[in-house]
């Protein structure tokens, strides 16, 4: 659990540098940080659902954002023989920006691509914090943080 929670913060620490440090024509898209809860319904079982429940700073179509909220609902599928080591993920965001996603998880972090109010790509983390232990078969809550960038 330390390993997983340390890959977090560092990873969480990362990608908001790289949202940061973002210039040019793809931060004229918009771009943004990112960190709230995730819930997964059933980790690890094949198919199941979730969401999130996000705050964004960042800026979208020239207009600075401050911690905004944004929620997510989405699928989840996790092959059970690698539980909890990959999984994907589609799905819906809404409220301060709008638009759909994907996410591609090994581990502990996501490569996330977006459509709508951004058009981009981006990382996050993720740090279980219920249930204690091996999460495998049951429901999850997870803190989240990451950054996406406008392409």
Known sequence: MKRIMRSAVLAGAAVTGIALGTTGSAYAQGAGVFQGTAHINCFGCGSSSGTATLKVTGELGGTAMTQAAVSADYSVTEAAGTCPAVGSATGNFSGAINGTFTWTRVGAT??????????GDGIAAFAVTSPAGLPCGGPVTASVAGSVAGT
């Open 110 to 119: 996501a490569v996330i691509t977006t459509a709508g109010d951004i058009k």
